[in-house]
């Protein structure tokens, strides 16, 4: 939409042209008047006007005048004279400003539209002139502070195939001033990070992240600032290098890199990670080499710490024979615990010899195990919630059939669950007894819901639905109330500074603390130590 200004001293000739054509029909939402230029000067320091429309001889100043200064101060600005002088001069000068058209009053109604139109029409031209070259300064200010992002944008976008035409990708490089030619090849190396040797917390994983990735650009890119690192997620990123020789020495330098570069994550990040070598390509057929090597990925089930290059292609799946479950059921019904956990491992052990071993097969492996161990709790008369927990869980699920050890792992957890709950259900001592006994003997550590239903063989949900019923507070509230009471105790029996108090009641921030005994017991630590020991003295 456009904002139009009329600036004349005659009121009759304002109101003439304001009703003289449908300006709404122009795209044209808000009208402005001004009698004089002093009063034009002030609209225009409130409104962005596009299109001015002015009288040439008025009181305070002409509307030549007044078009000197817009064309000094407001270049997008269209400007048509309407005047009943018909002065050469006038109109010469006009001309020299850049005004739109010079019309004599009384100015037909039909071609006083066929300007204003023109003039929306160079408004228009205008406005993308600007677009376009604010956005060109933008990318170059931004390239210049922001180069590494700006490259890994790109190439993300290239990696989603978001609009990979060879023209769309050159217009992209020109525009962001990126160094990359648009005919050079590149090779795409996939890092993924198969497994953690232990569970890291957010905080930690983003530092592992960064650390992994600073290691691949300073041993596979090599600093190369045409190559580039594009993270896919917290465990997978791309390296992009700029295409060398196909001979064969590179190649195995390439190999070599990414050898020395597995070996230094196992040994200093602790984490399994392969790297998955491309095929060279241009940049819009960088795609395709990706979904290539995502695929590779998919389908490595069994090797780990490897790297794998794309030309050799996937060995030919070899066929495997489907365990029978029963066996392993009859040795948890004779509670041989030992015997199932060695046959489990050997089992799983010989699928990383298999090549070309599919994921259906570790699906299928997975549901004659579930089937055999819901067999086997129903033959309890247990639930199966109460004894798997968070095994039968889809994220559980789906990551164990990433790999085959991740799948061991799975298994392996899976039985720990069962054969707990197998001893915990011959314990006659009664669950809340021993849910409290927990509590109390971890009460100085950050124990959690989930640790109190694994020690108990419980769902937390049912868990702790389970302790409100029988105990009238919740988990949460429980562990607090016996916390104040041991630093109570401490408080007043010993000679411990409240900091040291406060860890021992499990609680590493000292001001949470003051404020959670003051919320519990009317008074600060200090205040209550005072009190107690005066009334013990």
């Known amino acids: 939409m456009y904002q139009l200004l009329i600036v004349d001293d005659e009121i009759h ?47 305070q100043g002409s509307g030549i005048e007044l078009l000197s200064w817009v064309r000094e101060r407001h270049l997008l600005t269209e400007s048509i004279f309407l005047t009943c002088h018909s002065n050469f001069i006038y109109a010469k000068e006009a001309i020299q400003l850049g005004s739109l058209d010079y019309m004599l009053k009384p100015v037909k109604l039909n071609e006083l539209r066929a300007v204003v139109l023109k003039g929306v029409e160079k408004i228009n031209e205008k406005r993308e002139q600007h677009i376009s070259k604010a956005e060109s300064q933008y990318y170059a200010k931004l390239w210049h502070t922001n180069r590494s992002i700006l490259m890994e944008r790109f190439w993300q976008d290239v990696l989603d195939q978001r609009d990979l035409s060879p023209k769309r990708i050159r217009d992209v490089l020109q525009s962001r001033n990126l160094p990359i030619q648009e005919m050079d090849s590149y090779l795409p190396i996939l890092i993924f990070v198969q497994r953690w040797a232990e569970k890291l917390n957010t905080e930690d994983r983003k530092l592992i992240e960064y650390a992994l990735m600073n290691a691949a650009d300073h041993m596979i890119l090599r600093g190369d600032e ?14 992009i290098l700029p295409a060398g020789t196909e001979a064969e020495d590179h190649t195995k330098n390439i190999e070599q890199m990414c050898k020395i570069y597995i070996e230094s994550c196992n040994g200093y990040f602790q984490c399994d990670i392969s790297c998955y070598v491309g095929e060279q390509g241009l940049i ?26 794309v030309s050799e292609g996937i060995n030919t ?17 004779q509670d041989a615990y030992d015997a199932i956990y060695s046959e489990s491992e050997r089992y799983l052990n010989s699928l990383k010899d298999v090549a070309g071993l599919k994921v259906e097969v570790l699906q299928q492996f997975i549901q004659s195990f579930l089937q055999m161990l819901y067999s086997f709790i129903q033959f309890k008369e247990w639930h199966a919630y109460e004894v798997l927990g968070e095994a039968i869980a889809i994220e559980q699920l789906s990551q164990a059939v990433r790999s085959v050890t991740d799948l061991q792992a799975w298994v392996k957890y899976t039985l720990d669950q069962t054969i707990q709950f197998c001893y915990g259900a011959e314990d006659t001592k009664p669950l ?82 003051s404020k959670i005994f ?12 005072k009190f107690h020991r005066s009334e013990l003295y």
């Open 432 to 513: 809340m007894d021993r849910i409290i006994d927990f509590i109390k003997q971890h009460v100085d550590q950050a124990i959690s819901r989930e640790d109190i239903a694994r020690h108990v063989n419980l769902h937390p949900d049912y868990l702790s639905r389970r302790f409100k019923k029988e105990t009238g507070k919740s988990i949460v509230e429980f562990i607090v109330e016996e916390r104040i009471s041991m630093a109570k105790e401490l408080l007043v029996t010993t000679n411990m500074s409240v900091s040291e108090i406060a860890l021992c009641v499990g609680y590493s921030n000292f001001s949470y603390f």
């Open 226 to 239: 045409q190559g580039q690192l594009v993270r896919i997620t917290s465990d997978m990123f791309v390296a």
């Open 317 to 333: 799946a070899q066929s495997v024979a489907v365990i029978q479950m029963n066996v392993w059921l009859k040795m948890l019904e």
């Open 13 to 59: 000739a304002v109101r003439a042209v304001q009703a003289a054509v449908d300006w709404a029909e122009l795209s044209i939402s808000q009208i402005h008047v001004a009698h004089n230029i002093k009063q034009a000067m002030g609209i225009f320091g409130e409104h962005p006007i596009d299109i001015m429309i002015c009288d040439i001889e008025m009181p």
């Open 284 to 309: 819009h057929e960088m795609a395709a080499r990706y979904n290539s090597l995502i695929c590779m990925k998919e389908s490595n089930l069994n090797r780990n710490n490897h790297v794998f290059f």
């Open 518 to 529: 003051k919320q519990g017991v009317r008074m600060n630590p200090n205040q209550y130590r």
